[in-house]
């Protein structure tokens, strides 16, 4: 099928993308062109491969036991698009462009400052100063500056959901990546902390291309500029902001799929 | 929080066989309360007994006595002074070898090494935990003692340092298992998330989970070390004996534990038995001490109810 979205400038190419886990297919011959224009949403029953597809991008997959991979991906790195198993690539270097936050927020079990610190003190050359630094930048950019900067020193685990999947973002965003994956970040949230965080999101998709994976049709709706519908380790659908706007298309979609 | 933490919270919960009430009730009951309180009147009996064969040494003042240098039992000096600087000596030096060698066993295992050697390093450490004292002792008096003698050509080759040698390979699966379990626990929670950062699995290993597994570390070396002041046959087999302090490593030394089986193996009768109660007296508070710190460490590192 045809992509949507036409690709003048792509920032992420899959071709031919076949990933196995112990001989089971998980994702069959993805074909898959992304270029700006908002957030990217993986939408598609459980087992649909949504987050196989998402962790191939930051080679997380290599990481769990029975993986086979063939295919190409290609992500834009340093301004050139670059195919990310080739040996020059290390791996440690492409998962810090390629930033990931989980389902479940996963605090270190120390402090809040030191959650950010840590990272940043064993994969970036930063003295402590510019870390620091760093920490408030990010910390406010997550809208959660004002809320922890008085007990820093404190365990990060006594924070409140919401507050933890923020800070487990924050410590995404300190390295500086320039691809955010998101394995459904509100999964574990009620619905007052998925708004906050989605709203966040769409704040942050100025600076960073973010394709986020989400069993939520109603937040596929709010912050996707392209959606991609997968079933059975396959793309079925994608469509761009004109068919997400379009009252009848998704339900229909995904009725057919559900 | 609460939705991270919630189902393994109420898995503890309801795991536990305790109705409402916190009462058990299955038919067995009475028999594993008997069980439990005499094997607890044992541990009591066990310390009256030591506490009133030693007694008369606290109340005639000959508590000097008991501490001096001298182990002189046909001229009435029974200091044991030198088998409880041995027991320190031996026990701390072995521990000194086998936990850093543990503890590189276990960043091994989990991470550092090929994982293709992890399992069977694994699967030899645990096997060690089933091989019998007396065969260690049996192939270092015949191998290593001789080597040392040899090598060192320093008295017989009985020494602190053929004991420790020995001793150390002994505590080591102690040490390796408990790390392991811990790490075990810490691991698989920590690495996906680091992995994620593109932190390497050695700095992940070294900065994140080690951190975090700071009960087991610290579990490993006291029970480690308790293991090792506990233990008496290496120390009788290799160590020599000599009931006086050591200049070098090359020296014999005397455990508490084995002037104690040394002692009681020869002699009953004279007054001098009495110094005995004193040695196991001090072993046995030792080991209560251990087990008391383990269980303070312990209920400090996982509180007990749901914490928040």
């Given amino acids: 099928m045809e992509p949507t979205v036409t690709a003048d400038k792509p920032f992420c190419l899959i071709a031919d993308l076949h990933v196995a886990f112990h001989g089971r297919p998980v994702l069959k011959a993805i074909d898959l062109s992304l270029d700006s224009g908002g957030i990217t949403v993986l939408l598609g029953p459980s087992g649909s491969g949504k987050t196989t597809l998402l962790r191939a991008l930051n080679r997380l997959n290599e990481d769990f036991p029975g993986h086979l991979r063939s295919g190409r991906i290609q992500l834009r790195l340093a301004g050139e698009l670059q195919e990310i198993h080739q040996p020059e690539i290390s791996v440690t270097a492409l998962r810090r462009q390629v930033g990931m936050v989980f389902q479940t927020p996963n605090v270190l079990p120390t402090s809040i400052q030191r959650n950010l610190l840590l990272p940043l003190k064993l994969v970036t050359d930063l003295d402590r100063e510019e870390r620091e630094a760093r920490i408030e930048e990010v910390l406010r950019e997550v809208h959660l500056w004002s809320e922890v900067k008085e007990r820093l020193k404190e365990s990060a685990t006594i924070l409140s959901g919401g507050q933890q999947q923020r800070l487990c973002l924050a410590r995404t965003l300190a390295l500086k990546p320039h691809y955010l994956l998101l394995d459904e970040p509100t999964a574990s949230l009620d619905f007052k902390t998925s708004r906050a965080i989605e709203d966040l999101l769409l704040e942050l998709q100025e600076n960073y291309r973010i394709i986020a994976v989400s069993h939520s049709l109603r937040q596929a709706r709010k912050i996707a500029g392209r959606i991609i519908v997968m079933k059975d380790g396959e793309i079925v659908h994608q469509l761009d902001r004109e068919g997400i706007a379009c009252p009848e298309t998704l339900p229909q979609l995904l009725e057919e799929l559900f | ?308």
């Fill in chain 2, 1 to 308: 929080m609460l939705n991270r933490n919630s189902g393994k919270r109420d898995f503890t919960a309801g795991g536990r066989l305790t109705s409402p009430a916190g009462r058990i009730h299955f038919p067995g009951e009475l028999l594993l309360r008997s069980a439990a309180l005499f094997s607890a009147l044992i541990i009591f009996a066990l310390f009256g007994f030591l506490a009133y064969f030693s007694l008369p040494l606290f109340i005639e003042g000959r508590l000097g006595e008991l501490f001096s240098l001298h182990w002189r039992p046909f001229q009435g000096q029974f200091g044991i002074l030198p088998m409880i600087v041995g027991t320190l000596l031996l026990a701390l030096s072995a521990l000194a070898l086998a936990y850093p060698l543990g503890l590189g066993i276990c960043l091994f295992i989990h991470g550092l090494g090929p994982a293709l050697l992890a399992r069977p390093l694994l699967l030899l450490v645990q096997g060690m935990t089933g091989i019998p004292t007396v065969v260690y002792g049996f192939v270092s008096v015949f191998l290593l003692v001789p080597l040392l003698r040899n090598l060192f050509a320093h008295g017989s080759g009985f020494s602190l340092l053929a004991a420790l040698l020995t001793l150390a390979l002994l505590i080591l699966p102690t040490i390796v298992l408990l790390i392991h379990s811990q790490l075990g626990q810490v691991v698989p929670a920590l690495r996906l998330t680091a992995t994620a950062l593109g932190i390497a699995r050695e700095r992940e290993l070294l900065y994140i989970s080690l951190p975090a597994s700071s009960y087991g570390l610290l579990a490993a070396a006291i029970l480690g070390f308790g293991r090792a002041v506990g233990d008496t046959l290496i120390a009788l087999m290799v160590a020599g004996n000599a009931a006086r302090i050591p200049d070098s490593a090359f020296d014999s030394i005397r455990t508490l534990t084995a002037h104690i089986a040394l002692v009681v193996s020869t002699d009953s009768q004279s007054t001098t038995y009495q110094s005995l109660f004193a040695g196991g007296l001090i072993l046995f508070l030792t080991t209560a001490a251990i087990n008391l710190l383990l269980h303070r460490i312990k209920s400090r590192a996982c509180p007990s109810g749901d914490g928040s």
